[in-house]
């Protein structure tokens, strides 16, 4: 069963940094747009950007513009999330999904998604 792995959370202090990294073997992420979620104790998920490998289109969430910037490197079948100035509140784990109806972020948080990784936790506190 194809599903992304997560990697590069951690423990940072606040406006700090972390690189996030999304892969998916055996998945060919032209077909889809790849999105950023994310979850905090006791708190809905949302989404966080979105990419699209066929035409290096993206989307974010008002909370994380000018913060982070989201890419992609079809080569390595790889999508990123550099996150700066982190903030306490962006702790939670991320997850990444595709959105199997799409190839662009057209509707973002109201695509259908799948494919979910197990996550990775991003901690920001002093």
């Known amino acids: 069963q194809v599903q992304f792995v997560e990697s590069g959370g951690g423990l940072v202090p606040p406006g700090g940094s972390l690189r996030l990294s999304c892969a998916a073997p055996?998945?060919?992420?032209?077909?889809?747009?790849i999105a950023w979620f994310r979850q905090a104790p006791g708190k809905e998920r949302e989404g966080v950007s979105c990419?699209?490998?066929?035409?290096?289109?993206?989307a974010y969430a008002d909370s994380v513009k000018g913060r982070f910037k989201i890419s992609g490197d079809r080569a390595k079948n790889t999508v990123y999330l550099q996150m700066d100035s982190l903030k306490p509140e962006d702790t939670a784990v991320y997850y990444c999904?595709?959105?199997?109806?799409?190839?662009?972020?057209?509707?973002?948080?109201?695509?259908?998604?799948?494919?979910w990784g197990q996550g990775t936790q991003v901690t920001v506190s002093s």
């Open positions: 055996g998945l060919t992420l032209d077909y889809y747009a």
């Open positions: 990419f699209s490998v066929s035409d290096g289109s993206t």
């Open positions: 999904a595709a959105d199997i109806e799409r190839s662009r972020c057209t509707v973002f948080t109201g695509g259908t998604y799948s494919y």
